[in-house]
């Protein structure tokens, strides 16, 4: 994961980094004959105002990002404002236009994910994915979720019978049972609740807060859908090519 691409907002003149949500290459380009801007009312009243500058203009923009690798048109709407850049070479003020988008069709992937991880659990990244440009909250709480739906795919149990009774496990206690298969990435997994619930309990939640979120849950996902793969196929590659177990293999070769 690249932190530094997911700056929620760009300069009309800056080139997007954001990765195709169809191909993943990075290529996203934005088809300038597509765009489209608005002002606000309140904007447009502005300008009879005594002292208005260019600097006072909001509005709302649309356009098309094409992948120039799979030709994938991702269509985004946003607001925009107006930025005052003095420019040196030409000793003058330039205005430009810094545009927020805040919705993605289809929003571009931040984390890589997994060929094999479950589909249910991609499709509920992909919807942080769409909320992260537009509310940081609900994109929290909708990794959050992911992570409970990783725990149940791994195997780790929601309910707990004491007292004759059957409760429900909290996502806290579930990490705790999954620390014994794998501590680091309960670690990981645990850091990752802490942001989700900070989603669900305030408005403290800064975009840098998301991306470290994001960064270990891409972190936990490697490890147990690619790596753990990875090592098992050299495992079965060992002992069937020997055709014995490896404790065999070991015997065979102190000899
Ligand atoms: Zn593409």
């Not at 300038?32 to 203009?57: D, F, M, V, Y």
């Not at 930025?83 to 003020?93: C, I, K």
């Not at 409970?148 to 049972?177: P, Q």
């Amino acid at each position: 994961m690249n932190r530094h691409i997911w700056q929620r907002d760009f300069l009309e003149n800056q080139t997007i980094k954001w990765p195709c949500p169809a191909c993943h290459a990075a290529k996203l380009i934005l088809e300038k004959r597509t765009l489209n801007t608005g002002e606000t009312s309140q904007s447009l009243n502005e300008h009879r105002e005594a002292g208005w500058e260019p600097g006072w203009i909001e509005g709302r923009f649309t356009c098309f990002l094409k992948c120039h690798e799979c030709l994938e048109d991702v269509a985004v709407a946003g607001r925009y404002s107006v930025e005052e850049w003095g420019n040196d070479e030409l000793r003058q003020v330039e205005h430009m236009h810094r545009f927020e988008p805040l919705f993605f069709m289809q929003a571009p992937p931040i984390i890589q994910l997994p060929k094999k991880l479950p589909l249910d659990i991609q499709k509920e990244i992909e919807a942080s994915f769409q909320l992260y440009w537009v509310d940081l909250a609900s994109c929290a709480n909708r990794i959050r979720s992911s992570v409970e739906m990783l725990l149940t795919d791994l195997g780790v149990k929601r309910t707990i019978v004491s007292n004759r009774r059957r409760r429900d496990l909290n996502l806290h206690n579930r990490i705790e049972i999954f620390r014994d298969v794998n501590s680091m990435l309960a670690d990981a997994l645990l850091a990752v609740k802490w942001i989700g619930n900070a989603g669900s309990h305030s408005n403290a939640l800064d975009e840098k807060d998301i991306l470290d979120g994001y960064e270990m849950l891409e972190y936990v996902l490697e490890e147990l859908f690619d790596q753990r793969s990875k090592r098992m196929a050299n495992l079965a590659r060992q002992i069937n090519k020997a055709k014995k177990p490896r404790s065999a293999i070991r015997i065979l070769r102190s000899r």
